[in-house]
């Protein structure tokens, strides 16, 4: 089972809370942080870069020191005030006529070390490392992780009986996502949330934020070794998540776009498509309009933008194994059927004629990097599922890369994680 516990957060006062809460550190690259980050933002501490001019490197030491003198700016002048006890927040996120509603809590690295909090992705050393610093030079956790676990129906009471208290934060951000935030601060509800987790939750699945959750089990190991008296209960063996019930998530297409069509013509790539795939046109241009963009409507279906007009590719039966959790992926399809096989691209993590487009930016974005000859064509994929993800992080498999896309994003500032 799960360990877990609630902590004071360190947060901003509620008639601060839209100028300090921000979007998180990878969303944004230097310069729309810097054109978007107002006098209070957290931005100024998850990527100080930005207080520089020009713009300073995000790996450079002056870029880390001015990140640890914006924190205690930041809480000097009351733009960010730790709550005065140990406690639970419900977290709620609304996209269109969907809402998820989070735990925002502390977990434990020894889960991660041991596997009980589950992965699906591979991380890349350097991205731990400077995750890492920024947690070693902040001594805190400055934005969650992202966590599923298995429906609990009184965890769920729980939580609906919280939100329909009155929010402490409510607003909506420059995407139209609203973002609710609930304090949880009655001792015994406290207790039982604690209780719940540790006899009847058995893991927590990344989300999203395997760089963070890898980086904050580190910073763990590092302190407990450097701490003769180590028990195990210190608050730097623990770490920020927001937990949401997995059938409230959903995952969003992560599609691809290619450079070139490797030697091929549009007319000779779609004949070698064949082999493995229906492939029938399914819009094209009208009376002068572009043509209606078309997405897939079930798993092996596979949209594709070549020249002006949208295909569908169906794959055929015997291509694939749908009793491999891996297997059965629409990324593997594609990427063995199509990217390797016919356009000679190996590894998705290095080659650099292929990009990955967020299936929130839609389907349009996939036809206009095309129409502008920046890529010569697209893919869209249908989401994998919820479902999919667990199976594959229960079996100790790794998906291949850029395969979920969950939205909205956590926003950072609502909550604060010190680890002492």
């Not at 920020?240 to 549009?266: H, Q, W």
């Not at 309009?289 to 409507?297: L, M």
Request: proline fraction near 6%; include cysteine; glycine fraction near 6%.
């Amino acid at each position: 089972m799960v360990r877990v516990k609630p902590f004071a957060a360190i947060r901003p006062p509620k008639n601060l809370v839209t100028e300090v809460a921000a979007p998180p550190y990878d969303v944004l690259n230097s310069e729309e942080a810097r054109a978007m980050a107002g006098e209070k933002s957290l931005l100024h501490i998850t990527k100080p870069e930005i207080d520089f001019d020009p713009i300073a490197g995000e790996h450079e030491q002056r870029t880390y020191d001015k990140a640890v003198e914006n924190f205690k700016a930041w809480r000097a002048k009351g733009w960010l005030v730790q709550d005065p006890k140990p406690m639970y927040y419900v977290y709620a996120q609304t996209m269109g006529k969907r809402t998820q509603f989070g735990l925002v809590l502390c977990a434990h690295t020894d889960d991660y070390a041991e596997g009980i909090i589950k992965k699906h992705e591979l991380t890349r050393k350097d991205k731990e490392d400077d995750r890492m610093i920024h947690v070693r030079i902040q001594n805190a956790n400055i934005e969650p992780v992202f966590f599923a676990f298995k429906d609990n129906a009184e965890l769920a009471a729980i939580v609906a009986k919280a939100a329909a208290g009155k929010p402490e934060y409510k607003f909506v951000d420059e995407n139209k996502f609203t973002h609710t935030f609930w304090v949880i601060d009655d001792d015994a509800t406290i207790a039982r949330i604690t209780e719940i987790f540790t006899t009847q939750v058995d893991a927590f699945y990344v989300a999203d934020g395997h760089h963070r959750t890898a980086a904050a089990a580190r910073v763990g190991a590092e302190k407990r070794a450097q701490n003769p008296n180590h028990t195990g209960n210190e608050e730097y063996n623990y770490f920020m998540a927001v937990c949401f019930p997995e059938s409230e998530l959903a995952i969003i297409d992560y599609n691809r776009v290619v450079k070139d069509l490797n030697g091929f013509t549009p007319e000779d790539f779609l004949k070698a498509l064949e082999e493995d795939f229906e492939v029938s046109l399914a819009t094209k241009p009208r009376c002068g309009r572009p043509a209606k963009p078309y997405a897939p409507t079930q798993l092996h279906n596979f949209s594709m933008y070549l020249g002006d007009k949208w295909y569908s590719l169906t794959a055929k039966p015997g291509r694939y194994d749908d009793n491999d959790p891996i297997g059965v992926l629409d990324v593997t399809i594609l990427s063995n059927l199509v990217l390797d096989k016919l356009l000679g691209i190996k590894d998705l993590r290095t080659d650099k004629r292929i990009d990955f487009v967020g299936g929130i930016r839609g389907l349009g974005e996939l036809a206009r990097r095309v129409d502008s000859g920046e890529m010569k064509v697209a893919f869209a994929l249908y989401p994998v599922s919820m479902q999919q993800l667990i199976n594959i992080a229960d079996t100790g498999n790794i998906m291949p890369p850029k395969t979920t896309w969950f939205e909205p994003k956590l926003r950072s500032g609502l909550a604060i994680h010190e680890l002492v």
